[in-house]
């Protein structure tokens, strides 16, 4: 068969129409396969868009031209298109089942499409497409097939799991030469440490396993773009270790967290620990978790950190008799939110009480009483420069360390005011 150019009304012919309208038709494919495909139908808004949405783009534009030009459209042309896609899914294990029944959705969208804007006098053209659309379909499928067989049996996916193995033991400080052997990987002599943390965010088991394989391979890939080698990580989608061997005194983490957020769409949280020989990798390693995470709980901006960013937080953090005191100095408003209110909105704007009253939605005067009462209840006067480091100190440590708290009991008839 072959399409002709131009339809009887002189009017533009339905390949050029599908071609004007291809961005949006293309938007809609999505939406009718894995959009519409459960687990995946239940991911993020966009979780998809940047990497297959182009795909689907250019390969249906490429498919319309070349019905238009009356010429066949081969199935190496489909796999350009096709395979990198296919890989992505295939390492994020995807199902095929789902993948191939999202395809067929994708192309019952097109088709349906088409019949739209089809004219009485164009059923033949629409006859025509329809016909590709099937030779497309079956490149399609038989090149998602046979691109995840080769996935799954790949060397690579064995030399990704012994990475891994390497990573945990180096950071478990285990003997690795034999593990460095098998993932054929040079030991370092010292590493960057670097914590990952993403906040956490409630989803279904099945779209959050969808959504921690994705960020899994995306982490991988910004980091091994990083070292220009392939990176040791051990990460779970929400936390995890890499360790980038020491190869220069450049700084090339400054960037990850915005690049990270950016394709996870989700706030990312970087801790650097710089130049760790290789013995007290697994001591740098907890620590830097450690930083990652007090990054999060304190409401500081997404980014890379280092220790000397949150010295003295870090270090009210630790452990001991005096963390515990500290707490119990505060105890007694504790179960006052107003009252916390009022000392963190001072402790931000000092002796500016007017910004601080309407940070919070009080008039000054009520502000200023509530500073009173904490000074009553607590025994410390948060407008004394002295005391009200200290009580800075003991509401970050009520912040950060949950547990401290418990090991404290609120004295009766305390917390009000």
Not at 1 to 17: C, K
Not at 20 to 31: H, N
Not at 115 to 135: F, K, P, Q
């Amino acid at each position: 068969m072959s399409l002709a150019l131009s339809s009887p009304t002189g009017n533009a012919t339905l390949v050029s129409r599908l071609l004007t309208r291809w961005p949006q038709i293309s938007e809609r494919m999505l939406a009718a396969g894995l959009g519409a495909t459960p687990p995946a139908a239940d991911l993020p808004e966009g979780h998809f868009t940047a990497e297959v949405l182009p795909a689907i783009y250019a390969c249906g534009r490429a498919v319309l031209q070349a019905i238009g030009e009356q010429r066949a459209f081969t199935r190496a042309e489909v796999a350009a298109f096709v395979v990198p896609v296919a890989e992505r899914h295939a390492e994020d294990r995807i199902p095929l089942p789902l993948l191939i029944e999202a395809i067929h959705g994708s192309a019952q969208s097109v088709l349906q499409e088409a019949v739209a804007l089809a004219t009485t006098a164009e059923m033949h053209d629409l006859t025509v497409i329809g016909g590709r659309l099937l030779d497309l379909l079956m490149h399609i499928n038989i090149t998602v097939v046979e691109t995840y067989t080769e996935v799954e049996q790949s060397i690579y996916n064995a030399e990704r799991e012994a990475r891994r193995a390497l990573c945990a033991a180096l950071l478990g400080g285990l003997p690795a030469e034999e593990l460095a052997a098998r993932a054929d990987t040079a030991l370092a002599e010292r590493y960057t440490v670097l914590a990952i943390h993403i906040r956490h965010d409630e989803q279904p088991s099945t779209v959050a396993t969808l959504i921690s394989r994705r960020r899994i391979r995306i982490l991988q890939r910004a980091l091994d773009g990083l070292i220009g080698t392939t990176a040791l990580a051990t990460f779970d989608g929400s936390t995890g270790i890499a360790l980038l061997p020491n190869a220069s005194e450049t700084d090339p983490t400054e960037h990850l967290a915005a690049e990270l957020a950016e394709q996870f769409g989700v706030a990312v949280f970087v801790a650097e620990y710089r130049s760790i020989a290789r013995e007290i990798v697994p001591e740098a390693a907890r620590e830097a978790t450690d930083l990652a995470e007090l990054a999060r709980l304190l409401g500081k901006p997404p980014g890379v950190y280092r220790l000397d960013d949150l010295l003295l937080e870090h270090q009210l953090t630790r452990p001991g008799p005096a963390r515990e005191r500290l707490v119990e100095r505060i105890t007694p408003i504790l179960s006052s939110p107003h009252l916390l209110d009022a000392l963190d909105a001072h402790l931000r704007h000092g002796s500016d009480r007017k910004a601080a009253a309407a940070e919070i939605h009080v008039h000054p005067n009520t502000f200023s009483y509530r500073l009173r009462r904490i000074a009553e209840l607590t025994g410390i006067d948060p407008t004394e420069p002295h005391d009200s480091r200290l009580l800075a100190a003991a509401l970050t440590i009520h912040r950060l360390c949950p547990a401290a708290d418990a090991n404290v009991a609120v004295p009766p008839g305390h917390g009000v005011g």
